[in-house]
């Protein structure tokens, strides 16, 4: 069993900037966030591996950074755009493949 807990998230404005972090009970070999926005479906954004190689969907890339030491992750959120308004899902899984383990989302808003 891994728990996850998250902080950040708010409210900014176009063009603004937040910073989330995630920690993990437990070594997890991938972290990372998946987001969903209001009737749309759960999609992922990024995630980083124990040994720090990154991956990120195309439509963050340039934009978020993902970032790790240990159990503990930040996800930097640079140039938010209002389609980037979601509840953002830390998630930790054990092994390179299986089932991930979640946490309890945090919203961003991003509107002027």
């Known amino acids: 069993q891994v728990h996850l807990v998250e902080s950040g998230g708010g409210s900014v404005q176009p063009g603004g900037s937040l910073r989330l972090s995630c920690v993990a009970s437990?070594?997890?070999?991938?972290m990372g966030w998946y987001r969903q926005a209001p009737g749309k479906e759960r999609e992922w954004v990024a995630h980083?591996?124990?040994?720090?190689s990154t991956n990120y969907a195309d439509s963050v890339k340039d934009r978020f950074t993902i970032s790790r030491d240990k159990n503990t992750t930040w996800f930097q959120l640079d140039n938010l755009k209002p389609e980037d308004t979601a509840i953002y899902y830390c998630?930790?899984?054990?092994?390179?493949?299986?089932?991930?383990?979640w946490g309890q989302g945090t919203q961003v808003t991003v509107s002027s």
């Open positions: 998630y930790g899984q054990v092994f390179a493949v299986g089932a991930p383990y």
């Open positions: 980083i591996t124990h040994g720090g």
């Open positions: 437990r070594m997890v070999y991938i």
